[in-house]
Structure formats: C-alpha cells, structure tokens
C-alpha cells in the first residue's frame, strides 16, 4: 500500500488520486440478500413491528450506548423515527428478515461525505431475535456493499462508545480496523462518551468481500444453520 509520495521539494505527501471525482450518494432503494432485506424506514410500515421486536429485550440494553430510547411504546417509537430518520443523513433503515417478512432491526448510512469518499454505518440497533444471525451479519454486508462497489466510497467508518464492549467487537468481527480513541468526543444522554473509531477502506474491500461470501454460502451452513466456518477465521484467510 502506498501511503505518501514527494513534492518537487521532496516534501511527503499524499499518493496521487488523479481520476478521483467523489462517490456517490446512497439511493432510497432496497438491498436484498439470502436472509434478509434492507429497505428504507417507513414508520407508517415499520414502527410498530420494530417496537414489538425490540421490546423482547426486556431489559432495555439496547439503548444503553444510543442517543435516543428506549421507547415505552409503539407511538413513541414511530413520533422519534418521523423526527429523526427521515432524511438523507442519517439514512435509516428497517432490516427484515426474509423468513418472516418481519423487522427485526435497523442501521444507517450517515456522515455521508461523497467528496471526501467518507461514509459511515452506525444506528445499529438489533433485536434480540436478530442478533448472532446470519441476517445480522448479511446487512452489514450488503451495507458495505452498496457503499465500496454501487457508490464507490473510499472509506467505510464504524464509531462506538468506547465502554460498548460488544459494539467494538462485533466492528473487529466484521472485518474493521481499530484507528484510536477520540476522547470527549461528545456527550449524550448527560454523559461524556469517548468514541472509538474503525475503518474499512476501499482496497481492503475485495478480500473482505471474498470472506463474507464464503460465510454466507450455504455450504457453510449445517443442516440445523449452524456455521460450519467462523467469519473472523475467513477473514483472516482471505487478508493473508
């Protein structure tokens, strides 16, 4: 990987992007895999399945690391989504899940910067039903994706408190390199957050797709849908 080249005064600078014109922005359209489908929010459609799903985490974990939430009720639920993820950054989506045509969870595209080739996945929030799923783990394929191969972007961010513990491993799962702690980075629900930062950039893409489809095979599942072959493992293969 060439990270810096040199001026005319031998100053380092960055590598040459000669044909580089930006990426472009992400379309109001579905992205459908073997078990799941990702579409955009609608409250109208959505809310109230989603509210149902997430409401089998009885004890609100979900939201513990997430700006808003937890929502007592469905009303509620659809009130914040109308107010808050409707727009084109963030651009919330619902996840559904194909064996039951249901919602089960959400994610966004946001901080969206074509120019720069910039965008980041975030807003994840899942189900209990959802979680540890190949569906799970489809979405954020089909995320990444649309991203690197539709629209050309040149890096993919991942950002979490950095106490959400399983936030930072799920992105290290996926295939994200960790970049650093951005400390105070903000705060919400009254409290400071420190944001950890990861990243997939654009020619890490291929190998990591050649991992995700390799997972997502049906050869790697068993009869029962266990996985035969852990992602993280084919990961690692396909980088070496």
């Keep these: ?3 810096e080249t040199a001026n005319a005064l031998g100053q380092p600078i960055g590598f040459p992007l000669p044909d580089w014109t930006g990426a472009g922005r992400p379309p109001k359209t579905p992205m459908e895999g073997r078990f799941c489908r990702l579409e955009p929010i609608d409250p109208a459609r959505h809310a109230a399945a989603l509210h149902e799903a997430f409401c089998e985490d009885r004890e609100g974990r979900l939201w513990t690391y997430l ?13 914040w989504l109308e107010d808050h993820a409707m727009g084109d950054d963030p651009l919330c989506h619902a996840i559904i899940d194909l064996a039951t045509d249901r919602p ?21 929030t899942y189900a209990p039903r959802l979680q540890k799923t190949a569906a799970a783990r489809e979405a954020m394929y089909l995320m990444m994706r649309r991203a690197f191969e539709e629209l050309g972007y040149r890096r993919y961010e991942w950002k979490c408190d950095t106490l959400n513990a399983a936030s930072r491993a799920a992105a290290e799962r996926l295939g994200f390199a960790y970049e650093g702690l951005f400390r105070q980075a903000t705060v919400y629900k009254g409290r400071n957050r420190d944001t950890a930062w990861f990243s997939i950039l ?10 995700f489809e390799a997972w997502l095979d049906p ?11 852990a992602l993280r493992g084919l990961i690692r293969q396909h980088r070496a």
């Design 1 to 3: 990987m060439v990270t």
């Design 67 to 79: 700006s808003a939430g937890p929502f007592d009720a469905a009303a509620a639920y659809r009130a």
């Design 104 to 124: 089960v969870g959400t994610a966004s595209y946001l901080r969206i910067d074509p120019k720069a080739g910039s965008i980041e996945v975030g807003s994840i």
């Design 202 to 211: 654009d020619l890490e893409w291929p190998a990591l797709k050649e991992a």
């Design 219 to 229: 050869s790697n599942f068993d009869a029962a849908g266990r996985q035969r072959s």
